[in-house]
C-alpha cells in the first residue's frame, strides 16, 4: 500500500493531467484560439496595408512617419558605409510576407504579388547587401514561396505562374556566388547585387553569416537542379566546422581570407544562432547525416559550456570559460530549436525564464545582464522580434499545453498595447520608457505575426511537414530531397529507421541511453545510440565533489547532482 504523501502525490498530478486534457478539449478554449487568431490576423493586416499604402516598393515602412526606408542595404550595416545612390526598394517586405499570406488563406493577395514581383523585380542594382540577411529575407522569401505557389493546392488561377519566382531566386543566387570566391571558401559578408566584391571588402564576417546558407541555397539547388548553389554553402559550412575547438566550440567572428577566429568568445546569441538551428535542419530537410553529427557535437557542447541552469552565458571557445553573464532576445529561439531536437524538459525551463523577463518589462528587451539582474545601458530596444513567439509556437505544438496560449496571448496584448500605432507597428527605443522608433522591419510580418498566427491556427501544418528557415519561411520535407530517404513522414514527426530485421518508429530522443552502452535487445539490433542532451559526468567513474561535475542524465534529460558521498546520480528525485 502506498504511503499517505504518495497518495496525495499521485492524486494532484493525476488533477493537473486531466484539468490540462480537459482546458485542451475545452470548446472554450477553441474559442480563444479563434479569437486570438482573429486579432493576429488584424495586426498582420495593419502591418502590411500600411505597409502597401505608404512605402511599397520600397523595403520597409517607417510607421511612425508614414514613409518608407529602403533598408537591405542597411540590414547588417551598423555604420551605413558604402550606402547606395540610386537604390529606390526591392519590395523586401512585400518577399518576407509571401509565405505569411498563404498561411492565413489569402490567395488572392499572393498572387497580385507574385505577379508584381514577376513583372517589376530586378536584382541589376548598384547596392551593397548582406548577404546573410539577403539570404534568408529575400533568397528563402522568393524560394518558400515558388514551393507554396507550385504545391497540390493550385492557390494561383491557372496560367498565371510559369516559375518567375525561381526564375528571380535562380539570378540572385548567381550574384551571391563571387562572394563564396575566397582562400577559404568561406564567403564575404558583403556583395554588390550588380558588381560582385568591391574593393577592398571587409574580409570579417560572423559565425551565421557563412554558416547559415544552407537551407536557401540547397534549396535553389534542388529545385534548379543546379548543384552549385549548394556545394558553394555546403563547403563553407564544412571549413567552418573543421574551425571549430577541442571543445566543439566556435567563435563569433572570424576573417574569410585566413581562416582565422576574430573573437573567440560566444554563445547562442547574435551573431552564432542560426549556424546551430539550420545543422538540424538541414538535416531534417536533406537528410544528410553528416549535418546530425555536427548538431549533435555542438549541442553537447553547448549544454556542458553555456548553460546555467535555465540560462545561457556566453564562454571562450579554447576553454570553455564563462566570458558575458547574459540573455539576448535572439537567444529566445533555443527552446523552438530544443524542441524539434526533443529536449523538452530543457526547452520548457528556458521560456519560462524568457516569459519572466519579458512580464518584467513588457516586451524582451535586447540585452539583459544577468549577473547585475539590470539592462544593458545601451540596448535596451526591442525590434519586434519573433524568437520569443517563434519557441512558444513550437512549445505548444510538442506540449498542448494551454499555457502556451496563455503566453501567446499576453505576447499579442503586449504589441498591440506597446507597438501598435497609426501607420503600423513600431520598434521600441527603449523598454523603460517604451519611446518608439520609426521602423516596421519586415520580420514582423514574415515571422513575428506567422508564429503567433500557427500558435493559435496550426490548419496550415496539417497535410504537410515544414522546415521553417531562419526568417520563418516554409519549406517542404520532400522525399525527393532526401540523402537517406525515410520511408514516412508523418504528423508527430516521427520517421521511419531501417534496421536489418525490421522497420520501427524512432525519433532524434527516442533510445535515450548512455553512449557507451550498446543495445542489446531483438528491437535495436545491438546499435550504439548516444541521446542528444547526454552530457556526461566529468569523472568516468562518476565520482565528484560538488554538482559542476555531474552531467544531463540521458534517459530523462534532468541534471544530474553530486551526492553527499561524493557521487554523480539523480539524487534530487529519488
Not at 490567395?107 to 505577379?115: H, K, L, P, R
Not at 577592398?200 to 547559415?212: H, Y
Not at 552564432?272 to 549541442?299: N, P, Q, T
Not at 511537414?465 to 519561411?473: D, I, L, Q
Request: with cysteine; glycine share 6%.
Amino acid at each position: 500500500m502506498l504511503p499517505r504523501k504518495s497518495v496525495t502525490w499521485v492524486l494532484l498530478l493525476l488533477l493537473i493531467f486531466l484539468n490540462l486534457s480537459a482546458s485542451h478539449s475545452d470548446p472554450r478554449w477553441a474559442a480563444k484560439k479563434r479569437r486570438l487568431r482573429n486579432k493576429v490576423r488584424t495586426m498582420f493586416y495593419h502591418a502590411y496595408d500600411n505597409y502597401m499604402i505608404h512605402a511599397f516598393p520600397h523595403d520597409e515602412l517607417k510607421p511612425l512617419s508614414k514613409s518608407f526606408t529602403d533598408s537591405l542595404s542597411e540590414l547588417g550595416n551598423l555604420k551605413l558605409e558604402h550606402l547606395p545612390q540610386d537604390y529606390n526598394g526591392s519590395a523586401l517586405t512585400l518577399i518576407d510576407s509571401l509565405s505569411s499570406l498563404v498561411i492565413m488563406g489569402n490567395n488572392t493577395e499572393f498572387q497580385s504579388a507574385v505577379v508584381w514581383l514577376s513583372e517589376n523585380l530586378t536584382f541589376d542594382v548598384d547596392a551593397r547587401v548582406n548577404l546573410f540577411e539577403c539570404n534568408i529575407r529575400v533568397l528563402g522569401g522568393l524560394v518558400s514561396a515558388h514551393l507554396l505557389a507550385t504545391d497540390s493546392t493550385d492557390r494561383l488561377g491557372q496560367g498565371v505562374y510559369k516559375n518567375q519566382l525561381l526564375t528571380l531566386a535562380e539570378d540572385l543566387g548567381n550574384r551571391f556566388l563571387p562572394a563564396f570566391n575566397t582562400p577559404t571558401g568561406l564567403p564575404y559578408a558583403w556583395i554588390n547585387l550588380k558588381y560582385g566584391v568591391v574593393e577592398n571588402e571587409t574580409t570579417e564576417t560572423s559565425t551565421s553569416g557563412c554558416g547559415s546558407l544552407i537551407l536557401e541555397m540547397g534549396a535553389l539547388s534542388r529545385l534548379t537542379g543546379d548543384p552549385k548553389y549548394e556545394s558553394a554553402a555546403l563547403r563553407a559550412l564544412r571549413k567552418l566546422w573543421g574551425m571549430r575547438s577541442s571543445l566543439n566550440l566556435l567563435g563569433t567572428t572570424l576573417d574569410v581570407s585566413t581562416g582565422e577566429w576574430i573573437e573567440y568568445s560566444s554563445g547562442i546569441g547574435a551573431g552564432v544562432d542560426s549556424f546551430y538551428e539550420y545543422l538540424y535542419k538541414a538535416h531534417i530537410l536533406f537528410g544528410k547525416e553528416e549535418f546530425w553529427r555536427m548538431f549533435h557535437s555542438a549541442y553537447i557542447s553547448v549544454q556542458k559550456y553555456f548553460r546555467h541552469g535555465p540560462w545561457y552565458h556566453e564562454a571562450d571557445m579554447r576553454t570553455g570559460k564563462a566570458t558575458y553573464w547574459q540573455l539576448t532576445s535572439l537567444q529566445a529561439f533555443w527552446p523552438g530549436l530544443q524542441v524539434l531536437v526533443g529536449d523538452i524538459a530543457a526547452a520548457n525551463s528556458s521560456h519560462r525564464e524568457f516569459f519572466y523577463v519579458w512580464n518584467k518589462f513588457g516586451v524582451l528587451p535586447e540585452r539583459y545582464l544577468l549577473d547585475h539582474q539590470m539592462l544593458h545601458p545601451t540596448e535596451k530596444y526591442y525590434p519586434l522580434r519573433p524568437e520569443f513567439a517563434e519557441s512558444t509556437f513550437y512549445l505548444y505544438q510538442a506540449t498542448k499545453d494551454p499555457w502556451y496560449i496563455e503566453v501567446g496571448e499576453s505576447i499579442v496584448n503586449s504589441l498591440n498595447l506597446h507597438t501598435k500605432v497609426e501607420g503600423g507597428f513600431a520598434s521600441i527605443r527603449d523598454v523603460t520608457t517604451m519611446e518608439l522608433e520609426d521602423h516596421q522591419h519586415s520580420f514582423f510580418l514574415a515571422e513575428t505575426c506567422k508564429y503567433l498566427y500557427l500558435l493559435f491556427d496550426d490548419s496550415f501544418l496539417a497535410e504537410q511537414n515544414y522546415v521553417f528557415t531562419t526568417e520563418g519561411h516554409p519549406l517542404p520535407v520532400l522525399s525527393s530531397w532526401q540523402d537517406r530517404l525515410p520511408e514516412t513522414y508523418i504528423q508527430s514527426n516521427w520517421t521511419f529507421l531501417k534496421t536489418e530485421k525490421e522497420a520501427r518508429q524512432t525519433s532524434a530522443m527516442s533510445k535515450q541511453v548512455c553512449p557507451s552502452m550498446s543495445l542489446n535487445s531483438w528491437e535495436f539490433a545491438g546499435q550504439q545510440i548516444e541521446s542528444a542532451c547526454h552530457i556526461p559526468d566529468f569523472h568516468s567513474d562518476h565520482r565528484c565533489l560538488t554538482d559542476k561535475e555531474c552531467g544531463v542524465d540521458s534517459t530523462n534529460c534532468r541534471r544530474r547532482s553530486c551526492s553527499m558521498a561524493g557521487y554523480c546520480g539523480l539524487w534530487l528525485f529519488i
